[in-house]
């Protein structure tokens, strides 16, 4: 009996310690649920921000970019918070609702050291969300530049080594602060330079950037790209300001390689922004063209180098090494050098036919060789082995539908985005069979892969995207043109465009010239057309009228362009099932409502505002695409509430 009452006794003093002790011991008890469910509150408010920071940082990564570090360790510290320290608070309060003594009265000591430790979390939770309201949780990171592997196709030829042995002392020379490469096209000069940047990489040179110039010279695309590769992004809209800009950016660099590739004309260095000469010494530039006088007199190069044909010996053993096994059967070796000489030593030629006819049969070797005697196209502006050879490869592409892909390229050009070729080839409806978008890029991406092994396309500078070269891109042209009733028009104004009766046939319109794009017709006379694609950095004025005759259109893309709305006669397009307005500052996109077949619609890097509520009647869309929309500010409610894309 003396130890049941002072057992009892003990439990008592202990209840009258936490019932008399001072007020916060009292505040602790008696609010005890309070504390429990403010820490309940706080963490489930916790848990709805680390989803909204989750969500953001899933679609960064979606898009490629990078997440910032201190978003990484506060979802960690999220993480840990909920999972183990709330959860733990949680269970103790289960045990502090069990009496202490056969039910006769509450466990103050549990609940006393369960409230001190709810406030305790419930602080650092508050603390938590206060740190989580985060700006951005990514950043877009500079591509890697030049890589350390070898660059895919070089070969070390005899011819070539004494070439790049003497470009590389060039660039050593201090005195010398341009250098050009030139040659006909196809013959190398890009990847010799490519494999030049490889090489002087981190020992030359502490950063290598490549810009591709074309025939069309355009000088912020050529700082865009430089920007690019340096991991610059311009605030500033003026050409004039990008340079200055870029010209401090690349003086930070003690040494830098800047390669300028494919130049056809003089190239304002001063309006690009790159420091040269006594402005910065530690800079030199590399340039590749077609024509020696543009060089040398355009671009004052003090050192230049020719690239040749390959000779003989060389020519063959490229073409054995991309054939595979054609010289191990005595009927079909003969045969094979004698399609080997009719390209004529030129790389880009010994490519795409070694390529087309690698495991082909001795009478598939012997019809190409019939082929590549005749002539080549009128419609070509290369040489003749060249489009040959390319026409050759072309033609043994295994479906219509990869022909067609390949001629879309065309379209693209360099550096072209996979993505696009994606929506393209969707919205036309090209593959049989593919039914979900995910179905489409992986098509599309096993199509790409396919051409890239015929040497039609080639890798670019991430796996996103494929690059075509110069020559190959000429011959598609010229092919699609000829064979596909596709107008591919890229710097000039040929006499197809001004022809009404062939303007009707016209499947494929590809539009990038200035003088044509500002002088648009009232109407475009195209029946036929299922395919219209412009692109133009500025303002552009499309008559009210200019799709009226083009009902059958089913892929519209307009890029970089400058209007207050679209036409109206944009309402005529009613098979349309893609449209992009990528890059295009356009207040009034309300029309789109009546765009009912709508299944692709981009408007990534668009200058929308708002989301009108007529887009809610777009039921098919499959896919929109609102990245980098940074004015965009109002959604409308349940306006893509009943879409059904993903």
């Not at 036409?567 to 397009?573: A, C, D, T, V």
């Amino acid at each position: 009996m003396d130890i049941v009452i002072a057992i009892v006794g003990s439990i008592a003093a202990k209840a009258v310690e936490y019932t008399i002790s001072p007020i916060n011991h009292v505040k602790y008890l008696s609010n005890h649920q309070q504390y429990v469910e403010t820490l309940k509150d706080r963490a489930e408010r916790l848990k709805e921000a680390r989803d909204r920071v989750q969500h953001s940082v899933d679609a960064a990564k979606r898009n490629g970019e990078e997440i910032e570090g201190d978003v990484g360790k506060w979802l960690s510290a999220v993480d840990k918070k909920i999972l183990e320290q709330v959860e733990k608070v949680t269970q103790d309060e289960e045990k502090a609702k069990k009496k202490c003594f056969i039910g006769l009265c509450h466990n103050f000591r549990t609940r006393y050291k369960l409230s001190l430790k709810a406030e305790e979390e419930a602080k650092a939770i508050a603390y938590l969300l206060e740190r989580g309201n985060f700006e951005r949780v990514s950043y877009r990171a500079a591509p890697q530049g030049i890589v350390v592997a070898p660059v895919k196709g070089y070969e070390e030829f005899e011819s070539r080594m004494w070439i790049l042995n003497g470009i590389m002392e060039a660039l050593k020379d201090d005195s010398v602060s341009v250098v050009g490469v030139h040659g006909t096209g196809g013959i190398g000069k890009t990847t010799l330079v490519k494999e030049i940047a490889r090489k002087v990489k981190d020992k030359l040179f502490d950063s290598v950037v490549i810009a591709i110039v074309t025939q069309a010279i355009d000088i912020e695309k050529i700082q865009n790209q430089i920007a690019d590769f340096l991991g610059l992004k311009f605030e500033e809209q003026s050409m004039v300001g990008k340079a200055s800009r870029l010209r401090e950016r690349l003086k930070k660099e003690e040494r830098v390689l800047v390669v300028l590739d494919d130049i056809w004309g003089k190239v304002d260095i001063e309006e690009v922004g790159i420091p040269l000469g006594d402005e910065h010494k530690g800079c030199k530039l590399l340039l590749t063209s077609r024509e020696l006088t543009v060089l040398s007199n355009g671009m004052d190069a003090q050192k230049h180098f020719s690239i040749e044909f390959l000779n003989e010996k060389e020519a063959w053993d490229l073409f054995k090494k991309m054939a595979g096994g054609c010289d191990e059967s005595c009927d079909l070796k003969p045969i094979a050098m004698e399609v080997a000489k009719k390209c004529a030593g030129l790389p880009i030629a010994i490519a795409t036919v070694a390529g087309a006819l690698r495991n082909k049969r001795l009478f598939e070797w012997k019809n190409a060789l019939r082929e590549l005697e005749r002539p080549s196209s009128s419609n070509f502006t290369g040489i003749a082995a060249a489009y040959s050879a390319i026409e050759l490869s072309f033609n043994y592409l295994e479906s219509e539908e990869v022909k067609l892909t390949f001629l879309l390229c065309s379209v693209i050009g360099h550096n072209g985005l996979v993505e696009d070729l994606v929506r393209y080839t969707l919205g036309l409806g090209l593959f049989g069979g593919v039914h979900t978008m995910e179905e489409a890029r992986n098509k599309v991406l096993t199509v790409v892969a396919n051409l890239k092994a015929s040497a039609l396309l080639l890798d670019s500078y991430n796996d996103e995207r494929f690059d075509i070269h110069d020559v190959v891109w000429d011959a598609a042209i010229a092919i699609a043109l000829k064979d596909y009733r596709m107008l591919v028009l890229r710097d000039h104004a040929p006499k197809e465009w001004s022809d009404k009766e062939k303007m009707k046939t016209w499947n494929v319109i590809s539009l990038r010239c200035p003088q044509i794009i500002a002088n648009l017709p009232k109407e475009m006379e195209c029946s036929g057309l299922s395919f219209f694609h412009m692109a133009y950095d500025g303002t552009v004025k499309i008559p009210l009228n200019f799709f009226k005759q083009t009902e059958g259109l089913k892929a519209l893309d307009l890029v970089g362009m400058q209007f207050p709305s679209l036409p109206e006669s944009i309402i005529h397009l009613a098979d349309l099932s893609m449209l992009c307005l990528k890059k295009c500052a356009v207040d009034d996109i309300t029309i789109l409502g009546e765009l009912k077949n709508l299944e692709i619609l981009d408007l990534s890097m668009s200058g929308i505002k708002e989301l009108p509520k007529e887009m809610a009647q777009l039921t098919q869309l499959r896919l929109l695409d609102l990245r980098w929309c940074r004015g965009l500010k109002i959604i409308p409610p349940n306006v893509l509430s009943d879409s059904g894309f993903s």
